[in-house]
């Protein structure tokens, strides 16, 4: 989990730069959390939903790039179902199918009385190439 830990804190640095923090790694599956900041929030005082999509965007690239083959969003779509206002939003993607092109993950995004704040859905084209970490 180290290597893939290090390869995404250098190579996504826009995740970085929001302060997302990479909990756990495993092949299809991925969690972080991001604890909410004043630069997170929009005119209503509550997380920016783009806040909140980028959390999930980047559990959805870990797990979708978590066996080692280079993985392109294609699809994804966000339902936000309740407006956190402060504390720690957690983000858990799980694969949910995967074939030799295609791979489709959902991703649930809570705070931290573990009330859903939203739903993403992502599929992924399957790249020839592959990335240079290992999980295990």
Not at 18 to 22: K, S, V
């Given at each position: 989990m180290e290597s893939i830990k290090r390869f995404f804190s250098t190579e996504d640095i826009f995740a970085q730069h929001?302060?997302?923090?990479?909990q756990d790694v495993q092949l299809g599956c991925a969690k972080a959390k991001m604890k909410i900041e004043p630069f997170h929030l929009n005119g209503a005082k509550t997380v920016h939903g783009?806040?909140?999509?980028?959390?999930?965007?980047?559990?959805?690239?870990?797990?979708?790039?978590?066996?080692?083959?280079?993985?392109?969003?294609?699809?994804?779509?966000?339902?936000?179902?309740?407006?956190?206002?402060?504390?720690?939003?957690?983000?858990?993607a799980k694969e949910q199918s995967r074939n030799s092109k295609l791979a489709s993950y959902s991703v649930t995004i809570t705070d931290e009385s573990g009330d859903v704040v939203a739903i993403f859905q992502g599929m992924v084209y399957l790249k020839k190439e592959s990335l240079e970490f290992n999980i295990n």
């Open positions: 929001t302060g997302i923090e990479l783009g806040a909140i999509f980028t959390l999930a965007d980047f559990v959805f690239a870990v797990a979708s790039n978590s066996h080692g083959k280079l993985a392109m969003g294609i699809n994804t779509s966000i339902s936000f179902v309740k407006a956190p206002l402060s504390g720690i939003l957690y983000a858990e």
